[in-house]
């Protein structure tokens, strides 16, 4: 695939100030390719059902939990917490 950005059907709006967002991923992995099954937001589940292949020459073997904060066009700063990362096997 390589390097592009692959929308998938669920909303992208912006989380509320000032409050907890619960944010859970399922997703599998078997061979060379990523499953993301559901994506879950506060109370709303959604169906992902996207695979993804490795990246060709990857010759890693972990799966790994990261976090990014972007900023907008004007990099205006502002505060994020994040809290109880846990990726369960």
């Given amino acids: 695939m390589g390097e592009v950005w692959k929308a998938i ?5 912006h989380f509320p ?3 907890w967002i619960h944010l859970v ?3 599998e992995r078997g061979g060379d390719q990523v499953h993301y099954v559901t994506l879950g937001v506060a109370d709303q589940t959604y169906n992902v059902d996207t695979y993804y292949t490795a990246q ?4 890693q073997e972990e ?3 990261a976090f990014q ?3 907008n066009w004007d990099q205006q700063p502002y505060t994020v917490w994040l809290d109880r990362v846990n990726l369960f096997s």
């Fill in 63 to 65: 799966i790994d939990v």
């Fill in 56 to 59: 060709p020459n990857w010759t």
């Fill in 25 to 27: 991923w399922t997703f």
């Fill in 9 to 13: 059907p669920i909303p992208c709006n």
């Fill in 17 to 19: 100030s000032d409050i």
């Fill in 69 to 71: 904060m972007d900023g």
